[in-house]
């Protein structure tokens, strides 16, 4: 199993700086980058921060001089699920991969300063943002690494593009979670075991 954490770099040890400039290649290639670093045009607001905690691999708490603590969702994002109670209290393990996904995003963005690209709010009142560590789109190098899937109902085109061709190209490689023979989807874990989404 195949995974990216360590270089101080970029989000991954020796070889996942190339497979993220391949990547960032082959959407440019394919019209869905113009620039290196683009950020999407549709985004409600920018806002920046800084990261106080990280409680899954999607839920941030980010402190902002202009707006304080605020509750944020990874947008177009679903990895594994963490270990938790479902409704009839009985304790599940979680799903292969999840709490890995929840310590990359943490080690990644732990008490560091980050922009996010606001899309409006989910029903827990938390902002769904596309969140930017410099030039690094956490959404994506989530996905990217195999940490995650796509969420089959995003409607934002200009986000589920990027993150479609990623979840392609970590499913051909066999990163993270597609290393597995048959990885479960989050949803369907959920379904199966009875569990509201977090």
Known sequence: MR?????SKLPGPSGCRARQLGFMALL?????????????????ARLWGTV???TSGTQLTVISPDQGRIQV?????????????????????GQPFGQQAA???RELLLEKQVQLDTY???????????????????????????FAWVVPSLTFTNVRAELEV???????????LWALPDPEPPW???????LTPE
């Open 3 to 7: 995974s990216c954490v360590g270089d």
């Open 166 to 176: 990623a979840e392609r190209q970590a499913r051909v490689g066999k990163y993270g």
């Open 52 to 54: 106080s905690a990280v």
């Open 120 to 146: 409006g709010k989910d029903r827990a009142g938390r902002l769904l943002s596309v969140v930017w560590l410099g030039e690094i789109n956490i959404n994506l190098t989530l996905v990217k690494e195999g």
């Open 73 to 93: 969702r990874l947008l177009g994002v679903d990895p594994p699920e963490l270990p938790r109670k479902n409704t009839a209290g009985v304790a599940l393990e």
């Open 28 to 44: 440019a290639l394919a019209g869905l980058l113009p620039l290196v670093g683009a950020r999407p045009a549709l985004a409600e």
């Open 103 to 105: 310590d990359y995003v």
């Open 188 to 194: 369907e874990y959920r379904r199966r075991y009875k």
